[in-house]
């Protein structure tokens, strides 16, 4: 009797936890429509004479990354697969890694992955307002968000990350400025919804987008208390996309230099789109 009822209380707990999983799946299918949905459904064309007035570096940037005649799509669809990192610059734990993301700047975004290292399985997804990952499909081992910290950080990533996927969202207009830093750097600043983030970006000389630098607010650091350590990203390789030259190859993480160093995300392109609903 004991038994049947271990087994039948065991049972019970396994469906709820695929319940919830299924949830958690059908929360991000509604927030990657709503996001898609965010889509100009007749945008403006690309005009250089737009960013005559810019410092010069970010006049070279949106020159080499926006063709004239683009048109101005904002929400893009990624996927990629590279390698997941857990643990620190002298052991990156690393996971290999597949992902999708819909990046909807500054309405939010929702990044899907999955990562595995031998038997072990890691999935789930994040967004400006959620973090849920699951280990093997079956059990809960993160459930963050929803509070005011955890959108502050996320508007940080998703800010930064723009200016590599979506350059038509970091166009000058409202809520978004441009000031110079020095010869090759230029500071993207975004104001929305009583957030505001700011991100430093280096470009080549012919405009390519080298590197990201910005000040993220997180608790990954020893204290586990929430600070604004620096955050970067750099990128490698273009491709041609409806229009905007776009990375094949992104590294993210904290910046090389602190302790301890996560490394984050290494991971290769393999398609990206501007979604049209």
């Known amino acids: 009797m004991l038994v049947s009822v271990l087994l039948f209380s065991i049972l019970l707990a396994a469906l709820a936890l695929r319940a919830w999983r299924r949830m958690d799946h059908r929360a991000d299918r509604e927030s990657i429509h709503r ?37 101005l799509r904002t929400v893009a669809n990624i996927t990629m697969a590279g390698r997941f990192g857990m643990g620190t610059k002298a052991n990156p734990n ?48 993160a459930r963050m968000g929803g509070d005011p910290d955890h959108t502050r950080s996320a508007f940080g ?17 409202p809520g978004v400025q441009w000031a110079l830093v020095d010869t090759d750097c230029a500071r993207l600043t ?15 000389p012919d405009g390519r987008p080298e590197q990201v630098r910005f000040e993220r607010w997180s608790n990954a650091n020893p204290e586990t208390g929430h600070r604004l350590p620096p955050f970067g990203g750099t990128r490698a390789a273009v491709r041609t996309v409806a229009g905007f030259r ?22 290769d392109v393999t398609d990206s789109d501007f979604p049209q609903e």
């Open 35 to 71: 996001l898609a949905a965010t889509q100009p459904a007749a945008p403006a064309c690309f005009d250089p004479a737009v960013v005559a007035d810019l410092p010069e570096p970010a006049r070279r940037y949106f020159l080499y990354t926006i063709q004239p005649g683009t048109p």
């Open 246 to 267: 776009l990375p094949t190859r992104v590294d993210a993480g904290p910046v090389v230099g602190m302790d301890p160093h996560v490394p984050g995300v290494v991971a």
């Open 190 to 204: 975004v104001c929305h919804d009583g957030l505001l983030q700011s991100v430093d970006l280096t470009v080549a």
């Open 94 to 141: 690393y996971l290999d890694m597949t992902a999708a993301q819909t990046l909807a700047m500054p309405a939010g975004f929702v990044w899907k992955m999955s990562a595995k290292r031998g038997l072990m399985r890691l999935s789930g997804s994040d967004s400006e307002s959620w973090t849920r990952f699951w280990l093997m499909g079956l059990l809960p081992v």
């Open 157 to 173: 990533r998703y800010v930064a990350e723009a200016v590599f996927w979506t350059p038509a969202a970091v166009l000058p207009g």
